[in-house]
């Protein structure tokens, strides 16, 4: 574990990687400079999560509302996902990262379904850091899809609607067997949650910060885990103090 690391760690950190269009505005830049300095922030991200010990990071690629984008852009941030996995696949399963997609796989063009499955396969069974890429995700699409698997076995007659339960829709998200985010943050000062892990988000905390993807560097990434590391978690309990005291 790296020197610098704050003392509370979280689990599970998620993340909305937003503002790259602006942080290539800001300088004149085509918006497609922008997300490929985002992949270099995300390179940063993954090791700074590896060195602090986190279990599992998520970051938000590619919405399933992000088809309405231009052509051009959507081909660009394709590329740059496809890039990435052929080029970082190897660095990472050798950093012993397992790698798990999120989101809506069937109607993913051939091009690119069979990178990412490639990608889970290759680092199925590796032990570090859980790199979770939300591509064509949105937690209403996932929600969806998971209602629609729960129906289909009530209507087989293999579930009764009585044992539908949390756990039970847990096990239906494409998240399944993935603690919730401890912390869920977004850059570039928007303050939303955009479709991101709306379930598995319920008691996360969130973490709002003004600065451009591509400017998310270690030092900011650390600066974000201290300030959860502030915050005092209930989930709907009392702080200790306050149960201890009755009151
Ligand atoms: C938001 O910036 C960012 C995205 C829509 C995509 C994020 C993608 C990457 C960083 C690259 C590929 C990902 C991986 C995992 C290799 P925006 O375009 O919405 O910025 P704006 O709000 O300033 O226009």
Avoid at 178 to 192: A, K, Y
Wanted: aromatic share 8%.
């Amino acid at each position: 574990m790296a020197e610098d690391c704050p003392q509370k760690v979280p689990a599970h950190v998620a993340i909305i990687m937003d503002g790259n269009g602006r942080w290539a505005r800001a300088r004149g830049l085509p918006r497609t400079m922008g997300h490929k300095k985002g992949v270099e922030a995300v390179r940063e991200a993954v090791r700074t999560a590896g060195d602090l010990g986190i279990s599992y990071l998520t970051l938000f690629a590619f919405s399933s509302e992000n088809w309405r984008r231009p052509e051009a852009e959507v081909t660009d941030l394709m590329g740059l996902l496809k890039a990435f996995i052929r080029r970082d696949l190897a660095d990472l399963h050798r950093e012993n990262v397992r790698i798990r997609i999120i989101g809506e796989r069937e109607h993913l063009r051939s091009d690119i379904l069979p990178l990412l499955l490639e990608a889970e396969e290759t680092t199925r069974n590796n032990t570090a850091l859980t790199l979770v890429i939300a591509f064509n995700y949105g937690s209403r699409d996932e929600i969806t899809r998971a209602m629609r698997k729960i129906a289909r076995e009530v209507e087989a007659g293999r579930l009764q609607p009585q044992a539908i339960t949390p756990e039970l829709i847990d096990a239906h998200l494409d998240t399944a067997g993935m603690p919730d985010p401890d912390l869920i943050i977004r850059t570039s000062g928007e303050e939303r949650l955009s479709n991101f892990l709306l379930w598995q988000g319920a008691y996360s905390e969130l973490v709002f910060v003004p600065e451009f993807w591509p400017d998310f560097s270690r030092e900011l990434f650390i600066s974000t885990l201290e300030r959860f590391a502030t915050r005092e978690r209930r989930f709907g309990g009392l702080a200790p103090i306050t149960a201890a005291a009755g009151q």
